[in-house]
T-cell receptor
Framework: SAVISQKPSRDICQRGTSLTIQCQVDSQVTMMFWYRQQPGQSLTLIATANQGSEATYESGFVIDKFPISRPNLTFSTLTVSNMSPEDSSIYLC?????????????FGQGTRLTVV | AQKITQTQPGMFVQEKEAVTLDCTYDTSDPSYGLFWYKQPSSGEMIFLIYQGSYDQQNATEGRYSLNFQKARKSANLVISASQLGDSAMYFCAMRESNFGNEKLTFGTGTRLTIIP
């Protein structure tokens, strides 16, 4: 399995501010994803982080609100911009070593964000 | 349309008994994969088991096995000899292709509580 370090593990932020979440993997991985889990809900894919190019966003998520960087094969960041209380969620980084038909996908420990 | 359905929002099971968590899915893609994850109260997502649509045998990993019934589009997780540490949320997910991007779609989860 991959060892994924996600920081911060939790934060309480003021509305209108931005938070950048980091995801560091112990080895090179092909695919990196960012998910959101709203309180009591399931996981929803925000975007696929592409190395060296713009992220691929899912319907309902936009780059201005959730800018993503992926400068190399072991690191990615997700920024939650201009936060509101509705952004309070767990944000999770996920990785898969193989592109396309992957059979394992691992998650970081998550970032528990509370916006006040 | 709901692609992954978990019909059991919560389950209570006596310690040492076997548990079956239900998962049905809907896809027209002949190539897909099914994953099960465990999410304890800490929030991390722990990968448990994977079943590919072309796999002839049901997947097993230690106390976890997947009862894959392709014609019925079901992929139930079986936990043998349940332990107190098995108490957690369990999510079923399907890997599907979306315009060439492989992504995971999650069910709503089942909260499993093991009773001593």
């Amino acid at each position: 399995s991959a060892v994924i370090s996600q920081k911060p593990s939790r934060d309480i932020c003021q509305r209108g501010t931005s938070l950048t979440i980091q995801c560091q993997v112990d080895s090179q991985v092909t695919m990196m994803f960012w998910y959101r889990q709203q309180p009591g809900q399931s996981l929803t894919l925000i975007a696929t982080a592409n190395q060296g190019s713009e992220a691929t966003y899912e319907s309902g998520f936009v780059i201005d609100k959730f800018p993503i960087s992926r400068p190399n094969l072991t690191f990615s960041t997700l920024t939650v911009s201009n936060m509101s209380p509705e952004d309070s969620s767990i944000y999770l980084c996920s990785v898969a070593r193989v592109s396309g038909v992957y059979t394992e996908a691992f998650f970081g420990q998550g970032t528990r964000l509370t916006v006040v | 349309a709901q692609k992954i359905t978990q019909t059991q929002p919560g389950m209570f099971v006596q310690e040492k008994e076997a548990v079956t968590l239900d998962c049905t899915y809907d896809t027209s893609d002949p190539s897909y994969g099914l994953f099960w994850y465990k999410q304890p109260s800490s929030g991390e997502m722990i990968f448990l088991i994977y079943q590919g649509s072309y796999d002839q045998q049901n997947a097993t990993e230690g106390r976890y096995s997947l009862n894959f019934q392709k014609a019925r589009k079901s992929a139930n997780l079986v936990i043998s000899a349940s332990q107190l540490g098995d108490s957690a949320m369990y999510f079923c997910a399907m890997r599907e292709s979306n315009f060439g991007n492989e992504k995971l779609t999650f069910g709503t989860g089942t909260r499993l509580t093991i009773i001593p």
